[in-house]
């Protein structure tokens, strides 16, 4: 919300809640289109001004909170990594600070700002657990859950642990790492991947997931949705039972597989 605020109070800031109308949304999505910004973070620029309106009417702060406009919210991005892109994306990067958010990304499904703000003190080792949410921030975080760490990320974790130069799991210098968006970009370009981004680390991890058949209720818990509805109307497509069911009830029964067999479909004689 802190970092959304930024990007409204030029407009709103100084503004009677009751006065601010539809033209004003207009504006300020034609604004922030104009400048580049992805159209699902200005979807939601306005559904926190409107959040902000509604708690200040039940407040008493103002009469009534006006209607917010704001553009519809964008479909799901369908790009995710094949497991030997994102072995490229790993031999790529070069620095031990990225390689290490590599594996983090993809085996905890985690958030960038979760894994570059993630402390060592929320990592552990010996029960193989990683808190993504801090206890001591009292903001409430996106999708932050407790996850395992699989055997790959904890031979990772071990060794970065070894050097560690700070209390962030992922630092550099001596520093904590504000970014990775240049770093996935030159590995990406190297590995010679188009369309990677953060965000497709998380998809990625989470495709990987329903392909294999882990339940969408367990894949829920692990992406931090505070309800699987959220997780199957995304991811649900990926799964290789999906609608199979359905698909079968519409078979006209003319070809027949037997049962077990590898041989291609046979008319149906009976």
């Known amino acids: ?90 031999a790529e990067a070069r620095t031990p600070h990225l390689r290490l958010a590599f594996h983090l990304m993809l085996a905890t499904a985690a958030r960038v700002t979760a894994i570059l703000e993630l402390t060592w003190d929320r990592v552990d080792l010996e029960r193989k657990l990683i808190y993504l949410r801090d206890p001591s921030d009292a903001a ?10 699989n055997t790959t990320l904890l031979a990772v974790l071990k060794e970065a642990r070894t050097g560690a130069m700070t209390d962030y799991v992922v630092d550099w210098a001596g520093q904590p790492v504000k970014s990775l968006k240049k770093g996935i970009a030159t590995a990406a370009d190297k590995a ?54 359905a698909a079968e009830a519409l078979d006209m029964g003319i070809y027949v597989v037997p049962s077990g067999s590898s041989e291609p479909a046979k008319e149906n004689t009976k």
């Open 192 to 245: 010679g991947l188009d369309g990677i981004s953060a965000h497709v680390f998380r998809h990625t991890a989470a495709v990987w997931m329903i392909e294999a058949g882990v339940p969408m209720e367990e894949v829920s818990q692990y992406l931090g949705h505070k309800n699987s509805a959220i997780t199957s109307r995304v991811y649900a497509r990926y799964s290789p039972t999906h609608l199979r069911k």
């Open 1 to 90: 919300m802190k970092h959304t605020w930024k990007a409204l109070k030029d407009r709103f800031g100084d503004r009677d809640g009751e006065s601010i109308t539809k033209e004003d949304c207009r504006a300020h999505t034609a604004e922030r289109h104009k400048k580049g910004i992805a159209d699902g973070t200005i979807h939601t620029e306005p559904g926190h001004l409107r959040m902000v309106l509604v708690w200040g009417e039940k407040n008493g702060l103002i009469a009534k909170a006006p209607p917010v406009e704001r553009p519809k919210k964008p479909e799901p991005k369908n790009r995710y990594m094949t497991r030997e892109e994102a072995r490229k994306m790993l």
């Open 140 to 149: 409430r975080r996106k999708g932050r859950a407790i996850v395992p760490i």
